[in-house]
């Protein structure tokens, strides 16, 4: 693996190489993104794929990559630009893309913006969630979430988030008459250590959940875009999101082994089926055409 640093005027963009550019393979090269989680979250998956030339990287402010504009925000359109300096960097272009969680929101403002840089993108679960029937009451309990962080801390903030996350089904007022996670419960600190800038707990995020695709330009197009949903996450915030996003670009959900980190291993908590998931995406990759891998619930 070849580690380098791409310097921009905004952000000095890290990003590792596995496998030779040009590719040897007759194959584009497989970039994979995520946000806020950065390159090491693609570990697991890129080793599954040693006949492939990858690259991973780490968005701007997140991991090894150092912001320089000033701003503390994550947005899908700024995202998307540093992607497609990247893939103009390395002569890479057009790519094909596994793009996960918020990276596969800038995936789909990359292929808006840049419509020739990418041949193939395979969006697993879109946090998109105002595009879901409850979209209101989602914002409301994103927001529930920031506040616990602000108030009480990391281990606070994340109880919330994963009680968010693992909700079933749209959020009721049962849901909010619950009484606030308790992070012990998930085997987290109670204590405060007084930080509130995580991209995930606070609102410098809400960018990408907030974000609403192009449709006229993603349907313009040439890549072959595909919405990709996780058998687990049939109830849950992501999967809904997934499908909703599938809906909106008139296609339905592909579905892929796991749940929303389901390409990775055990190093992040609860693991995934990365050999399962690596074969799954290997499968949809090699398929011409549109995917219809059939939608969770319906």
Not at 183 to 198: C, I, K, L, Q, Y
Request: hydrophobic share 40%; charged share 25%; glycine share 10%.
């Amino acid at each position: 693996m070849k580690t380098c640093t791409l310097e921009t005027a905004a952000a000095d963009l890290v990003h590792d190489i596995r496998g030779p550019l040009p590719t040897t393979d007759g194959r584009p090269p497989l970039f994979m993104i995520g946000q806020p989680m950065d390159a090491s979250g693609f570990a697991a998956l890129a080793a599954r794929f040693p006949e492939r030339t990858v690259v991973t990287y780490d968005p701007r402010g997140l991991g090894r990559s150092i912001r320089k504009d000033g701003r503390v925000d994550h947005t899908p359109q700024t995202q998307a630009d540093d992607v497609h300096a990247l893939i103009e960097a390395l002569g890479a272009g057009p790519v094909e893309m596994f793009a996960s969680s918020g990276g596969a929101v800038t995936a789909l403002a990359l292929v808006a913006k840049y419509p020739e840089d990418v041949t193939t993108l395979v969006a697993h679960e879109p946090p998109l969630i105002t595009l879901t029937p409850d979209g209101p009451a989602a914002v409301r309990a994103r927001a529930d979430v920031r506040e616990a962080y602000e108030q009480r801390g990391w281990g606070a903030g994340m109880a919330a988030f994963v009680a968010m996350t693992s909700w079933e089904g749209e959020f009721t007022d049962a849901y909010f008459a619950r009484p606030p996670a308790d992070p012990a419960a998930f085997g987290m600190p109670a204590e405060d250590d007084g930080s509130r800038d995580d991209p995930l707990l606070s609102d410098r995020s809400w960018a990408v959940s907030d974000y609403r695709p192009d449709v006229e330009a993603l349907a313009a197009a040439p890549t072959r875009v595909v919405i990709a949903v996780g058998e687990e996450s049939e109830r849950v915030q992501t999967g809904r999101t997934s499908v909703a996003t599938a809906e909106l670009l008139g296609q339905r959900a592909t579905v892929f082994p796991s749940h929303h980190g389901g390409f990775c291993d055990g190093e992040f908590g609860y693991p995934g089926k990365p050999d399962e998931f690596a074969r799954r995406l290997r499968e949809v990759l090699d398929t011409a055409g549109p995917q219809d891998g059939g939608c969770p619930g319906r």
